[in-house]
């Protein structure tokens, strides 16, 4: 399997967040126990999910990291049993141990955060299971909580020139090149004028070797929108700010946007879909002019 055979053709990817763990900063502990996991990764799928991210351990502001042996039992069984209903999965893991097993059981997709830096056997693990893998941008020593901080100098230089080490080490170790995605890492160690450098310069990311990843969802920089309005805001208040991330990355070229919110960013991609298409769409066949309550 290789990065074109999980791409959709005319479209980016959305990939559902599905986090089992008990401290994530907008659902922690909602889905740890395996059934609600299951649920609603269907429920991802039946909004509009290509494919569900399943992680074990929270990365958040403040996080502290679980052991190995929890983060398996949480994230193994869930995705073994949505690889047994079709359902296309990714694992959100630092731990090769954990990205080995994820494998064994059928994911389609390694999501490291931390881009291969955490594990010392994770490139290698990547390259053994030889399917799809996501290496992510993470200016950190520890990789435990994605706390932000000031980047010296340009942020988009330097996240530039960091992806380009880290795939270039998973080659080295025997990644295939054609199943590498590159992440810009939005929201981990970054100031809100960082993730917005990396935004307005995402035309260059996107024009690069590897296929892009943009993971938004959320993030505090876009519930600062509502704050610098003197609004309400939070986690799930910042879903309509990340739709228009995912629109316009979209019409970007992004290959995939990572979501907590799959509905919206659904229809947020199929509209730069058919943007983008113009005259060429060829969807809107069950547009009649006329919704059920008689209004054009």
Known sequence: MSIADLTVQGRTLVMGILNVTEDSFSDGGRFIDVEAALAHARELVAQGADMVDVGGESTRPGAVRVSAEEELRRVV??????????????????????????????????????????????????????IPVCLMHWRTVKFGSAAGSHHPGDVVADVHAALAQLSASAVQAGVHRENIVLDPGLGFAKTPQDNWALLRALPEFIA???????????????????????LESGPLLADAATSAVTAIASQLGAWGVRVHEVAV?????????????????????NATGIYTNGAR
């Open 77 to 130: 069984p869930v995705i073994a049993a949505l690889h047994s209903e079709g359902i296309r999965t990714s694992v959100d893991t630092m731990r090769a141990e954990v990205a080995a097993e994820a494998a064994k059981v059928g994911v389609d997709m390694i999501n490291d955060v931390s881009g291969g830096l955490a594990d010392p056997q994770m490139y290698a693990t990547m390259a053994a299971a030889d």
């Open 208 to 230: 690069g070797e590897f296929p892009i990843l943009v993971g938004a969802s959320r993030k505090r920089f876009l519930a600062a929108i509502r704050d610098d309005r003197g």
């Open 265 to 285: 960013s659904r229809d947020a991609v199929d509209v730069a879909a058919a943007w983008n298409a113009g005259a060429a769409y060829r969807g809107g066949r």
